[in-house]
Every structure is written in C-alpha cells, then in structure tokens.
C-alpha cells in the first residue's frame, strides 16, 4: 500500500469541472488582477474569520510582511515570536529591518508559551507574532491579555490554521491583524501562492489595501503616500480558492476524524509512549490539523522517517531546526540550548498523511508500519 503524506489530485479531481468553468470565464474575462473577483472572496473570507474585513494578498508570508510594514515596525523595533515555525514568520520580522526576539513553545501544543512572553518585553518591542502550528490555535486570551498591557500590536500567523478556533473564536479574529497563506499544501489552497490579511480595524483596512499595491492612493493611482510593494492576490487565485472555500468545513472536518481515527490505532497498538499523539488543547475549541505531528522518543525519529519511506508511507519534519539556530540568523547570537522545548520538539517530531481523502485503511497500515519500525521488527 502506498501513503502519501499528501495528495492535492484526490482533492481536485471531483471539483475539477467546477473550477475549469470559474478559469475558462475569467480567461475570458482577461481581468487578471484583484477586481470583483478578489473583492467578493475577501467578503466571504472576512465572514468565515470572524472579522470586519480581509485584503487579498500574494502569499502568507506576504500578509506577515505587509502587516509589519503598515504598522510602520522596522529598524530599532523588536517583535516576539517563537523559534519554532516556518521560517517565513521570522522572515517577515528580519525582512523589515526589524529584531526578532524569540521565546519559547508549549511541549504539548508546541505553539509560543505564554508565560514566558513578558521576561522579553523590552522599551523597543512593537509586536508579538503567535503562531497557530499545524492548526491549532495558540494561548490567544494570555497572549491578547499581555499585548494590551504593554500596548503591543498582535499579528497572528494563521498560516496553518484558516478556522481552526480557540474558545468558540476564530483564527485572525483576535489580534490586530490575521495573516493567511493559500500556499497549496494548507487546509485551503489556491493553485499557486496567494494570501490573505484579516482585520477588525477600518483603518488598517485601508493601509492594507494601498500598501499590497505599492501604497497607491486609492483615488489616484500615480500619487503615493507610503511606500507599498507588489503584493496583489490574482483574480484567478481568487476565482478558484472561492469555489474550495465552500468545502472547506468538510474538508477540516475530514482532518478531525482521520486524527481521532489515528489516535484509537495507535491507542490498539502496542506503539504504547514510544510515540507522543499531538496534544489537544481544551481552549483550542476547533483543531483543523493542517498537519497531524507525532513525537518520536528514544532518538527513534529518524529511523521511523526510514521505516515509512521503506514502506512507502510518506513522513516529514516540520521543523527540523529551530529558527534560531539558522545561520542566516546567527547574528542574533541564538545558540544551542536557548530553547530547550523548540529543540527537543525538532529532533522528535514527524508529520503523518492526514489529508481529507486518506482510508482508514491507509491509516491503519501506517500505524501498523510504525509498530513494526519502533518494536525493531520493521
Ligand atoms: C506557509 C506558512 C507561511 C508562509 O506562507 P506562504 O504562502 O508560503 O508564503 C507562514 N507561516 C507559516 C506558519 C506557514 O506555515
């Protein structure tokens, strides 16, 4: 049997005819950027966040961009985010000129540990970015409870988490602004690189919109009054990211019970602790596993990674080293040991296939596949 770790073919072949039909008429529309498109799929994803408003963008890395940018932050400003995530959101920070200050995850959600947030607060910290990892969300009640104390700005990477919710709320719905990626591979994904920016503020509604478009003036597009960039969503993106919207709930949902599936094989195995199941949080009210990450004990990480591939299952680290032991950041003088849960999590961790159309019996040959990789009989 073969697993992948995901398959973007099962998902599209049922709406294919759907989503040719939307391509072919914007073809012949020739309209290619932002425009109605755009617009009425920003209406719908505001509503879906929770939120007043969300401005199309080019990618999620993008949204984290843009949103630092309108908010002026850059050299001499310091942001709070988290060691652990996709090198993007630390990107972002670096990328504006700005200092990234880490701190350190949760073993059990591996999203930022709130109790450690106020030791780096410093004179110069503008923002705090919090990372809702693989799809659940992080401690947003502390951490918006701690932003406003400290009159910080909050900029949730939701890159991995479009719905997911944390008491009854949605991603992007707390902070100042919510950042999401329509990268392929996520819960929601565009056939190319495209994102968005939620916000709850009309003015940062209208900066977002004049900055993705080199800041622009929305009545007179050759006078500028900030200095934007380049970050429109196409229409194209927006016609077909639309139409998988509305399955969207099924397939987070799928996600859901392909995990509470997992977690009863594994339960029947005799795996036992060797293999850590993700932790679900009980104020994270809504999980959209855009991935299911497992902790390997032991050292035994690796040689599991080998047995899967062996058993043609596919398996990936998501992340295998922490953002401050990057050499493109090792001018911030991280080193080994500052974030001893960020650490530990990248040398046992491992992503399993749990996208929407995986079987039961896909799941239970991967679990069996482990089995016999962790009892050394595989
Ligand atoms: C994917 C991702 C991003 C970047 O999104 P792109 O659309 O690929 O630019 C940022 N942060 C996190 C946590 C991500 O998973």
Partial sequence: MQVPLLDLKAQYRPLKQEIMKAVDELCDSQYFILGKRVEDFEVKVAQYCGCKYAVGVSSGSDALLIALMVEGIGAGDEVITTPF??????????????????????????????????????????????????????????????????????????????????????????????????FPSKNLGGFGDGGIVTTNSQERYELLKMFRNHGASPVNKYLYKYIGGNFRLDALQAAILDIKLKYLDGWSKARENNADD???????????????????????????????????????RDNVKAGLMKAEVGADIYYPLPLHLQECFSYLGGKKGDFPVSEKVANQILALPIYPETTHEQRAYVVSSIEKIVLGQG
């Fill in 85 to 182: 995530s996709f090198f993007a959101t630390v990107g972002a920070i670096a990328r504006v000129g700005a200092t990234p200050v880490f701190v350190d995850i949760n073993e059990n959600d591996f999203n930022i540990n709130p109790d450690l947030i106020e030791a780096k607060i410093t004179k110069k910290t503008k923002a705090i970015i919090p990372v809702h990892l693989y799809g659940q969300m992080a401690a947003m009640d502390k951490i918006m409870e701690i932003a406003k104390k400290h009159n910080l700005v909050v900029i949730e990477d939701g890159a991995q988490a479009i719905g997911s919710e944390y008491q009854g709320k949605r991603a992007g719905s707390f902070g100042d602004y919510g950042c999401f990626s329509f």
């Fill in 262 to 300: 997992y977690r009863e094989l594994f339960e029947a195995s005799k795996i036992g602790d060797r293999a850590v199941l993700p932790t679900r949080v009980k104020n994270a009210t809504r999980h959209i596993y855009n991935q299911f990450c497992v902790l390997f004990k032991n050292d035994q």
